[in-house]
């Protein structure tokens, strides 16, 4: 197979995946038509990130399509949202160019129905003129549909890693714990992840309690005082701000914490979730989450509806059972086992052969 995938930025979440995949195809590129933004290098990306043989950056802006060259290939596009992409679908759907749309599911809310118009128009690009449509999720396939994708159209493609490298426990995060048990957050710090949220369930269930604490990992951005908050519900030395850990050292914070939360708001996958279960902590996430659907059972974590801080209290509040905790962090650990790239590098060549003969 000759596939080449589009991509907006390198990513150290996607990179396995990539391997696979350069291993298993004929020939194998990524074109990235952006650089790591400072937004996602707060977060502790690496900006000097170091591309591959495979990868290449282009200037989207000089970038000329050479239909010649491009024909021989299947191409995956991430979506519409950007000028490039939108002049790869019309040229490879003009030529006959093979192509497929992947992607999360879209913001939801105002910004769903303002950019409506786009979606319909790009469902009926997928429709008439794309071998098919790969969601990350389940969640991404509902709102394919709602665009108005084919549903005999959509496979599901999910975001997935190998392994992690294992890193000592965080010492920081250590000496904060003082052998309490710890609540673990990674991620950017600010409403749409449900901070607040988490902050208030945290107090609900432990304000005072000397066997738990909760550790915030991420960027505080600019605007939203979380101190503040905590310092109101009167839990400061129960919580840790620990700041950015950088993403190759990311592991450290999940092996020193016993349990992870996401109480996002909105999450068109959340990697995080991943991360948590490939180092074996039960994990506990809203419904709002991509994730949720494929990675949390009933046997490694729990579901709360989001932005429900009383339900969520009481999912915290149920690891006092360190049975539970044990069962669950085992459990978590199997249920990586089976969302690996191998397994879906795999999965996509296949679901690429069966387009193509259908």
Request: glycine share 6%; hydrophobic share 40%.
């Amino acid at each position: 197979m000759k596939l080449v995938i589009w991509m907006n930025q390198p990513s150290h979440h996607q990179a396995q995946f990539f391997d696979e995949l350069n291993e298993k195809c004929e020939y194998f590129q990524v074109y990235y038509y952006d650089k790591i933004p400072s937004t996602r290098s707060e977060m502790g990306w690496n900006k000097d990130f170091q591309i591959k043989s495979y990868e290449k950056y282009i200037d989207h802006q000089e970038f000329k399509i050479n239909l010649d060259e491009l024909k021989n290939y299947i191409h995956i596009l991430p979506g519409y949202g950007h000028s490039l992409l939108l002049k790869l679908r019309k040229e490879f759907s003009k030529n006959g160019i093979k192509w497929i749309h992947w992607s999360e599911k879209s913001s939801q809310g105002w910004k769903w129905y303002i950019s409506y118009p786009r979606k319909f128009l790009h469902a009926y690009y997928v429709n008439k003129y794309a071998l098919g449509a790969l969601a990350i999720g389940e969640h991404a396939k509902k709102d394919f549909i709602k665009w108005g994708i084919n549903e005999d159209k959509i496979e599901i493609l999910p975001y997935s890693f190998n392994t992690m490298e294992e890193i000592e426990p965080d010492s920081e995060i250590i000496k904060f714990k003082a052998n309490r048990k710890a609540f673990l957050f990674v991620g950017s710090l600010y409403p749409l992840k449900g901070i607040d949220l988490l902050i208030k369930a945290f107090a609900e269930s432990y304000k005072d309690d000397p066997e738990w604490c909760l550790v915030l990992v991420g960027n505080e951005k600019e605007g939203y005082n979380y101190r503040k908050l905590v310092s109101d519900l009167g839990i400061e030395s129960q919580v840790l701000f620990r700041g950015v850990i950088p993403a190759q050292n990311i592991s450290s914070a999940y092996y020193a914490c016993e349990i992870f939360v996401l109480p996002s708001r909105y999450d068109g996958w959340g990697m995080v979730v991943n991360e948590a279960i490939c180092c074996g902590l039960p994990v506990i996430v809203s419904d709002a989450v991509g994730a949720s659907i494929h990675l949390v059972t009933k046997d490694n974590g729990l579901i709360f509806k989001s932005e429900n801080i009383i339900e969520l209290a009481n999912h915290m509040k149920a690891y006092d059972n360190d049975e539970l905790i044990i069962s669950h962090s085992l459990n978590s650990k199997k249920v990586f086992e089976s969302f690996t790239s191998t397994f879906f590098s795999e999965k996509l060549i296949n679901v690429i052969n069966m387009w193509t003969i259908r």
